[in-house]
């Protein structure tokens, strides 16, 4: 069974990854769309940055694949160390 997870850690890891990175870059491409407001996001989470529901949530899940493949890749660096 543990070896099963070891094996699925490095595709783990880059599913999340692009996954996330996808995502997130939607919900900024659907803010851009919409308001055509850069600066808010070279400013990168500014106040002006208003997002509407569906870019938020996007945003929030294309970050939480990004750090879900980041903790994917500790592991997979740690059980490589051990």
């Not at 783990?12 to 997130?24: Q, V």
């Not at 500014?46 to 945003?59: G, I, Q």
């Not at 493949?69 to 160390?81: C, D, K, S």
């Amino acid at each position: 069974m543990m070896a099963w997870i070891y094996a699925m850690l490095p595709t783990a890891e880059t599913l999340f990854l692009a996954l996330g990175a996808g995502i997130y870059l939607l919900s900024i491409g659907l803010y851009l769309g919409r308001t055509r407001d850069l600066r808010g996001v070279v400013f990168f989470w500014s106040v002006k940055m208003r997002l509407n529901p569906t870019e938020f949530w996007l945003n929030r899940i294309g970050i939480i694949l990004l750090l879900l493949g980041v903790i994917a890749r500790f592991f997979n660096v740690m059980l490589m160390l051990g």
